[in-house]
């Protein structure tokens, strides 16, 4: 069963920047491709960014050129830089891991408020 374990999470100004932190256990890390979810109040969840053990990610077109996800397989550890933070970006975030199965983490809560 693998474990994930969010934190970085917080109240951020708009225009602020976070970093956020996923880190897994009980696995071999480098094979699962990693992704951050969000969930804001009302609606479903949803994609923000996923990296592949090869390095390739993907992006929401809503945060394109604001957010970079970065994993560093010898701490079993993905990040989300989340820069020029916007009202519409507050949510509960969500860490993924998927190699055949997919895995959650209990997400950490991101408001961005003046």
């Known amino acids: 069963q693998v474990q994930l374990v969010e934190s970085g999470g917080g109240l951020v100004q708009p225009g602020g920047s976070l970093r956020l932190s996923c880190a897994a256990s009980r696995t071999i890390f480098s094979i699962y491709t990693m992704g951050w979810y969000r969930q804001a109040p009302g609606k479903e969840r949803e994609l923000v960014a996923t990296i592949t053990p090869g390095g390739s990610t993907n992006f929401a077109d809503s945060v394109k050129g604001r957010f970079t996800i970065v994993r560093d397989n010898a701490k079993s550890t993905v990040y989300l830089q989340m820069n020029s933070l916007k009202p519409e970006d507050t949510a509960v975030y969500y860490c993924?891991?998927?190699?055949?199965?997919?895995?959650w983490g209990q997400g950490t809560q991101v408001t961005v408020s003046s």
């Open positions: 993924n891991a998927k190699y055949i199965s997919i895995y």
